[in-house]
């Protein structure tokens, strides 16, 4: 998969060095791109944003700019994830969707928004274009947004969490599902012992425990 960013704040991304997205880059599972915004600035002072028509306070990116970033890596191929706190709620369903997809560009988003003309203009040339939010708040800006959408769709593809185990039995697989509590060594710690059945090797009380501690936490009974 190719992961794009565009951005006034390339540092942002850095972090996709490490770890898991680290090693899954060494390994060519995932190949990131970042790219800065003001590159495609048209004017002297580098200006990316301006005053909304009708009004108000803050300020919009402008669309010209937008279009010069995009232009020269969207493809059929590609979709484009606009980050806006007004977009659809990012969850396990979208991770899942999109860790299918070959490209995502990630169009990160300062002040006050996009030009709302370059979401039209990629959905009018039959792109596939989403505005996503990945919570009900307000972050400055859709960098942070991006890293966390980053971080549930990579571990989706395959080859990327060394054990593929790890990705069943997870909190959200099923709509609302949690899951159970889990403990490892010591046995007592600070005075708090492991539950028992955890140690009494009697695999049908061992899930019949975690089945049960986590439809608790997923107050389905
Ligand atoms: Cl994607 N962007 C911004 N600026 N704020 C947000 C968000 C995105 N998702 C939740 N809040």
Redesign the pocket.
């Known amino acids: 998969m190719k992961l794009d960013f565009i951005t006034i704040f390339p540092e942002f991304f850095e972090p996709l060095r490490l770890s898991l997205i680290g090693k899954a880059r060494d390994k060519s599972l995932i190949e990131i791109g970042v790219h800065d915004l003001r590159e495609h600035a048209t004017n002297v002072h580098k200006q990316v944003d301006d005053t909304p028509y009708g009004g108000g306070a803050g300020m919009v990116m402008m669309p010209e700019v937008w279009g010069k970033a995009l232009d020269p890596i969207i493809t059929k191929d590609s979709e484009l994830i606009i980050?806006?706190?007004a977009?659809k709620r990012?969850d396990q369903r979208m991770a899942e969707e999109l860790s299918n997809s070959k490209h995502l560009i990630f169009a990160?988003?300062?002040y006050e928004?996009i030009d709302d003309r370059v979401r039209q203009y990629y959905k009018g040339e039959g792109f596939r274009v989403r505005e996503?939010?990945?919570?009900?708040?307000?972050?400055?800006?859709?960098e942070?947004?991006?890293m966390v959408m980053v971080e549930a769709i990579a571990r989706l593809i395959p080859g990327v969490i060394g054990n593929p185990d790890s990705l069943t039995d997870e909190s959200h697989n099923v709509e609302g599902f949690l899951e159970y509590p889990t403990f490892t060594k010591p046995q007592i710690w600070r005075g708090l012992a492991v539950p028992s059945v955890l140690l009494s090797g009697n695999h049908k009380e061992i899930a019949d425990w975690r089945n049960n501690q986590a439809s608790k936490l997923s107050q389905c009974e």
């Open positions: 980050l806006t706190p977009g990012f990160c988003g300062r928004g996503v939010s990945i919570g009900d708040y307000v972050l400055n800006g859709g942070v947004a991006a």
